[in-house]
């Protein structure tokens, strides 16, 4: 049993972030959240020789830098009384340890299959959602996903995934890639232009075939913005990608200016000082609306610095690496770089239990495991 969770836990826990986001479930996943935390942190404790193998394999010492980096920022600037902190701390090592753990033990799941079975947990959520509500133009469209932005990070990124496959598009994949598309515009989020965007890139490239997809999708946008709808259109060309952001990059600066070199603490991720925030904006919900504010809020400018550094370089290093691939490597690729640019307008790599986040340290771990490998002819 216990081999069986550590060979799927990050399905286990891509599939609890799931529940988290429906309202009837979020009360069961919270619990389970803890309960599988628990377990696997029992695990780490009791199998140390078995583990030290894989957190000090080569290809996942990006994990191990940042873990040391986390205990070292523990040490200088808390203390044991700070039990939120000491929580993250722990969160943050158990799932760096089990992502790893995960690939290594089973890697030809993770390579062949997994990202299928991804799209097929999201489809079913999709058409429960239909079933529950199938007027998806009415408002900002969420099925039975309590926030219409969580929903557009599960479709957009199924949708790519769908998408990008190179295997050929039967009808089924073509029915479930349109209804993707569909519902992804129509939760009104605006980062769902981004991921489509990002999708043809990858897929075709700077080529004549992504011109005329590019004129074809402005011909759609004229279209649809000309509809009283809600959709990630409409709302983009009311608002702009960063109208509503730019008063959250506002305060999560001033409050990053309060403390720039020690940052506010590893409990303090996604953090904004709401004492910073005039009454009359009060209305609005100002939060860390950016991945790379949000760390330097959290660490300080030179911790933060240090640590997204090491994440950007690593990135940086994959995306060289596997560019021309056609195989999977190219979808997760995507996925670690739409996550790197969604984290422009969104507090992605920050916290634990986040569906885009735990896709973004998998992956990247996953491609570095995935270079290992072939580097060392595994």
Known sequence: MIKWLLKYSVVI?????????IDV???FANQLFFILMFVYAMFLMLNPALIKNIIFHKAFNLFL??????????FCFHSFNDIEAIQYLLARIVQFS?????????????KDYFLTFLVYVISAVVVLGLMYNIDIFSDRYSGIIWNPNMLCSFTSIAFAILFLDNKTKNKFDIIILTILFLVTIATGSRGALVAITLAFIFKYGLTYRNILYGIMGLGFYFIIVDFQFDTSINR????????????????AYETLIQKPFIGFGLD??????TELIPDHLSMYNISAHNGYLAILTQYGMVVGGLILYFILSKSLLVFNYFRKSK????????????ALFASIYEALMTGINEFHTILF??????????????????
């Open 361 to 378: 340290w998998f992956s990247i771990a996953f491609l570095l495991y995935t270079r290992f490998n072939k580097e060392n002819a595994i």
């Open 268 to 273: 303090k991720y996604a953090y904004i000082n």
């Open 98 to 110: 089990i992502i790893s753990i995960s690939i290594y033990f089973n890697y030809d799941f993770y």
């Open 327 to 338: 195989k999977i490597e190219k979808t997760y690729l995507f996925i670690l770089f739409y």
């Open 236 to 251: 983009f060309a009311s608002q702009s990608l960063f109208h509503d952001r730019l008063l959250q990059y506002q305060y």
């Open 25 to 27: 479930t979020r009360s």
């Open 13 to 21: 826990f891509l599939f609890n972030t799931i529940l988290l986001s």
């Open 65 to 74: 830098i940042l873990n040391g980096i986390n205990i070292f920022y523990f």
